[in-house]
């Protein structure tokens, strides 16, 4: 079983600080949180940039100036969203990956997401596929909904993405597929036997689907961004913490965990 790779998800577009007191929003910040979740262990950060206001935004200039204070700190995987906030335009969402990231987010399809549509329609997933080949960005794929894997597999064929892919299975948001032990095996069993696969457990879905992607020899999310509780009631004082409970019940379980080395050899980046 390949070593385990964490993700940590450190700030998303909906939460805000009165809901996390300790959510990272300035670029400092949010270098500061990758930085602390690299020592506990993770390999990758997703990252959702914020505006001076604290408000979500895609503008460039600001997912650079992150992007470049993260790697000033260490050699974390720094992995901007494509997806944004669900108001967010198409134009302003693909603008990260003209930085030529390592990796970004794909999403391949629309969805409910709780009040609100997160939509992408065909003709959108196939400019940022072709816009991140371009770029030698890798994607991951991002699965709310099991016609996405299919979508996902068809742009291989029409030759906008390369095998083999990387899944992230987001599961448990409100609207899409719930994060229950028996959805995450089914989305696990549709993919591409060479693929590699993350999952993301959304609120109380978190620390089990982790547990769950241990033991199956999956990778792992966590984060603010899906979940900004440590227990039931109990908010989590920093990102750092929970990858800290993900590397522990890994060691527990019996499973090294990847450095940012050894998880860009598993998912095919070369630096």
Request: hydrophobic share 40%; charged share 25%.
């Amino acid at each position: 079983m390949e070593k385990l790779i964490i993700t940590a998800a450190l700030t998303g577009a909906e939460v805000t600080k009165d809901i996390q007191p300790n959510l990272p929003v300035t670029p400092d910040e949010i270098a500061e949180a990758a930085y602390e979740c690299w020592k506990a262990g993770a390999s990758i950060v997703h990252v959702h940039a914020r505006d001076a206001e604290g408000n979500p935004t895609q503008a460039k200039e600001v997912y650079k100036e992150i992007i470049e204070k993260i790697s000033a700190k260490c050699d974390i995987i720094v992995q901007p969203s494509t997806g944004g906030a669900t108001w967010h335009t198409p134009e302003q969402r693909l603008q990260p990956v003209e930085l030529a990231p390592e990796m970004a987010t794909l999403s391949c399809g629309t969805c409910n997401f709780g009040d609100d549509v997160f939509m992408n329609t065909q003709e959108n997933i196939e400019i940022f596929a072709k816009r991140m080949q371009e770029m030698g960005v890798k994607p991951e794929i991002e699965v709310f909904e099991r016609g996405m894997i299919e979508t996902a597999k068809g742009l291989v064929k029409k030759g906008l993405i390369s095998a083999p892919l990387h899944f992230d299975f987001v599961l448990g948001v409100p609207g899409a597929c719930p994060g229950n032990p028996e959805d995450l095996m089914y989305m696990v069993q549709q993919i591409p036997s060479d693929a590699t696969w993350t999952v993301a457990g959304i609120g109380r879905y978190e620390t089990p689907l982790a547990v769950m992607g241990i033991i199956m020899g999956g990778h792992v999310r966590v984060g603010f961004e899906d979940n900004v509780y440590y227990s039931k009631g109990v908010k989590a004082d920093s990102n750092a913490l929970l990858v800290a409970r993900v590397v522990r019940l890994a060691a527990e379980l019996g499973r090294e965990v990847a450095s940012p080395a050894e998880a860009r050899r598993i998912l095919g980046i070369a630096k």
